[in-house]
């Protein structure tokens, strides 16, 4: 910010030092800029931004040499970033002056604006062709030196007071305002040299920025969100003003050459504003903490592989390719690594095992009861997040979690049967919610929301088989029990206990989940028809083909077996036969293969139609057909047979 050696003035000055100071107000203004008849704030940045453009494109059109008389040339490449750092301090303290123009933090990001305004268009002048009076270059040196210690004294107030107003503020910047105003007056006018004064004041009001920005870093620990937006600002003013102090103030201070061109290192007060404005909007919060690490450690990374190249190249004599190459491979394995676990110290919150995260949201979701289940969810997120205050949120309308407060809240809609849950403060209010937060909790709704469906499902499922327990104990079993009580006939008794413990045998079978293929089922019916044709002084003669392994529909089950045993049983009471034959296959269908089942017996016969009520034959039959089967019942002098198809 020097006047570029002027001989009319004593060469003015760097403009400055300039530390990067966040300001913040408590909170943004709602509707700022729209009431009591002022000017909407588009409106108001228009203005303002046109009034900031004007000067500075003047200036770049004298840049090329217009008004000077002689012919059109090159503007000085210095002359550019002196334009440019003018022009983003401008625009962006215009754009906050018309968002936040009541607000006391972005009054004074504003002025700072205008001072970093000023003292870039003072710098620029000097770097114009054409010779200019005495009065113009006092002016300009009077603006670049002014400007870059307004800008510090600004910077001071600033963090002093934002994010969180610090102990001592007061006499704090009533100290700056009179001690680094004197000195700036008694440089530029007293017998000094200008532009050393002038960095040396910049020197230290960045030292002093740089202070009071750790102070509000240690000062706002219990507030999550003042805190992330002081860690944002303390980092962008320690890149910005540290990069300018140590290429430009501090050399020049000490009456050494600077590392760049001041006017290149205007461009780091860019870093500042931009830091500073995102701040002031408090755009997204949550994240700030975060980016200034990521912001961090990406300059680290850079400043490692300077300083490793350097030492190599003075302490190893090597040539620079060699040096850089292996400073890259060093950089690479120790400060990577360390990068990777100071991230986890500093940003990353303790990782939960993953194992032990599914078993518990397992365990939401397999609680006996609504509440139980609501009482275990809330458990779950507390353990998962740690946060101050858990509550219900009613019905915010809301299909996803999202951060709501500036990452002080999280709001979690329940899965189905839960309700919504807002969680505050997390970490005991060491944090704040991120992004990767409201995503965790989404997998942990969607988990809870897949395991809770498969457990509807489970416990239809087992109402089902439960129902059908039931009604298979009813109707066989209670049955043939009730009948076999009531039957005058020993014989009988026996036969319908058989019936019943094979009723049984199937009802358990089925419970304990056994799927049992058509042949295994078959050849148990074939067991336990022998035995009742045994008894009774029949002989079997059993003809079965070979069948399928795979289980056949349960409705194809009962309604064989019921079949067999009515038929078995009208065979013993009433043909006076002494042979029974049975045959099972497979027959072609049109629907596809049935299963085939064929019962003759070489008795009398009867006469009449096949009864149509009651429990025998013609109840099977309307059973078999509305399964979609057939049986057919043919009788005479030689006999009778039953054929039946069941579907499989």
């Not at 950089?331 to 993953?354: C, I, T």
């Not at 919610?433 to 457990?455: I, W």
């Not at 629907?591 to 429990?615: C, H, K, N, T, V």
């Not at 509305?626 to 057919?632: D, H, I, K, M, Q």
């Amino acid at each position: 910010m020097t006047l570029h050696g002027r001989p009319m003035i004593p060469q003015a000055a760097s403009a400055g030092s300039h530390a990067v100071g966040v300001a913040r107000s408590a909170r943004p203004a709602e509707g700022a800029g729209t009431g009591g008849g002022r000017l909407p704030p588009v409106s108001v940045f228009a203005i303002l931004a046109t009034a900031l453009l004007v000067p500075v494109g003047l200036v770049a059109l004298l840049g090329f040499g217009l008004g000077s008389g002689g012919p059109l040339t090159t503007p000085a490449i210095r002359l550019w970033p002196c334009l440019v750092t003018a022009m983003v301090a401008g625009l962006l303290s215009a754009w906050i002056w018309a968002l936040r123009p009541s607000e006391r933090a972005a009054m004074l990001f504003c002025a700072s604006g205008a001072a970093t305004y000023a003292f870039c268009l003072g710098a620029a002048l000097f770097l114009l062709p054409g010779p200019f009076g005495e009065t113009t270059l006092t002016v300009a040196a009077f603006l670049n030196v002014f400007g870059a210690s307004g800008f510090g004294i600004i910077m001071i107030a600033l963090f002093a007071l934002y994010p969180r107003r610090l102990p001592g503020a007061a006499g704090v910047i009533l100290v700056s305002i009179i001690f680094f105003g004197g000195w700036t007056v008694l440089g530029f006018f007293g017998p000094f040299d200008t532009s050393v004064q002038t960095h040396r004041v910049t020197l230290a009001e960045m030292a002093l920025i740089l202070v009071l920005a750790g102070a509000q870093v240690l000062a706002t620990r219990a507030d999550p969100v003042a805190h992330a937006i002081a860690v944002w600002l303390g980092t962008c003013v320690a890149i910005g003003a540290g990069a300018f102090i140590g290429l430009v103030a501090l050399p020049s201070a000490l009456l050494l050459p600077p590392l760049v061109d001041e006017e290149f290192g205007f461009l780091f007060f860019i870093i500042i504003y931009v830091a500073l404005a995102v701040a002031l909007l408090r755009y997204r919060v949550f994240g700030l903490g975060r980016w200034a690490f990521q912001l961090l450690f990406v300059v680290g990374a850079g400043l490692a592989v300077l300083v490793v190249d350097a030492a190599i190249v003075l302490l190893l004599s090597l040539d620079p390719a060699r040096a850089t190459g292996i400073a890259l491979l060093m950089v690479a394995l120790v400060y990577l690594p360390a990068r990777g676990w100071l991230w986890q110290r500093l940003v990353g919150s303790p990782r939960r095992d993953q194992a032990l995260l599914f078993r518990e949201v397992a365990g939401v979701a397999l609680e006996p009861t609504p509440q139980a289940r609501a009482a275990a969810w809330g458990e779950l997120l507390r353990e998962t997040f740690s946060p101050l205050e858990l509550s219900e949120a009613g019905a915010p309308g809301d299909t996803a979690p999202r951060v709501a407060a500036e990452g002080c809240a999280l709001l979690v809609p329940g899965p189905a049967g839960f309700p919504s849950l807002l969680l505050r403060d997390r970490d005991h209010g060491r944090r704040l919610f991120t992004p990767a937060d409201a995503a965790l909790a989404g997998e942990l709704v969607g988990l809870v929301t897949a395991l809770g469906e498969a457990r509807s499902a489970y416990d239809r499922g087992v109402a089902t088989e439960r129902a059908r327990i039931a009604q298979d104990i009813h109707d066989n079993i209670g049955a043939h029990l009730l009948t076999a009580l009531h039957a005058p006939a020993t014989a009988r008794k026996d036969e319908l206990i058989r019936e019943t413990i094979g009723d049984l045998r199937d009802v358990i079978r089925n419970a304990e989940g056994e799927a049992q293929g058509l042949d295994a089922l078959v050849g148990d019916l074939r067991a336990e028809t022998a035995d009742r044709l045994e008894l009774a002084g029949f002989a079997l003669s059993w003809n079965m083909a070979e069948l399928p392994e795979a289980p056949p529909p349960r409705d194809t089950v009962r309604a064989l077996r019921a079949v067999l045993r009515e038929a078995v049983s009208n065979a013993l009471r009433h043909s006076g036969g002494t042979t029974l034959q049975i045959a099972v296959g497979i027959a072609p269908a049109p629907s596809g293969p049935m299963l085939a089942l064929s019962i003759a017996d070489d008795g009398q016969g009867f006469d009449g139609e096949l009864p149509r009520s009651g429990r025998g034959l013609g109840n099977m039959q309307r059973r078999i057909e509305a399964l979609g089967g057939t049986l057919v019942v043919t009788t005479g002098t030689d006999g009778t047979r039953i054929a039946a198809t069941l579907p499989l």
